[in-house]
């Protein structure tokens, strides 16, 4: 009988604290101890720039909403053209 077949939803689940221990630990065996500092600096850079872009994006669709809204409102209705009976 395989794991899956016993509880699938194992595979989804967030690790325990054992297992977190053995993450860092293999972090720090691969990178040194030197290197963590400059690896958290580098994943926050670019966690903020990510950020960054997503507001800008975000704005810029609100904008264009907003203006797509004001340009509507603001053209004037067109005028009636009359018709002549055809006689």
């Given at each position: 009988?395989?794991?899956?077949?016993?509880?699938?939803?194992?595979?989804?689940?967030?690790?325990?604290?054992?297992?977190?221990?053995?993450?860092?630990l293999a972090?720090?065996?691969?990178?040194?101890?030197?290197?963590?500092?400059?690896?958290?600096?580098?994943?926050?850079?670019?966690?903020?720039?990510?950020?960054?872009?997503?507001?800008?994006?975000?704005?810029?669709?609100?904008?264009?909403?907003?203006?797509?809204?004001?340009?509507?409102?603001?053209?004037?209705?067109?005028?009636?053209?009359?018709?002549?009976?055809?006689?």
């Amino acid at each position: 009988m395989s794991l899956l077949s016993i509880q699938p939803q194992l595979l989804l689940s967030m690790p325990s604290g054992g297992e977190w221990l053995w993450v860092i630990l293999a972090i720090i065996i691969l990178f040194g101890g030197k290197k963590i500092p400059e690896l958290a600096k580098g994943v926050g850079k670019g966690i903020r720039e990510f950020n960054e872009a997503k507001d800008g994006i975000k704005k810029e669709i609100e904008s264009n909403v907003n203006a797509g809204t004001n340009a509507t409102t603001a053209v004037p209705p067109a005028k009636e053209v009359e018709k002549t009976p055809n006689a």
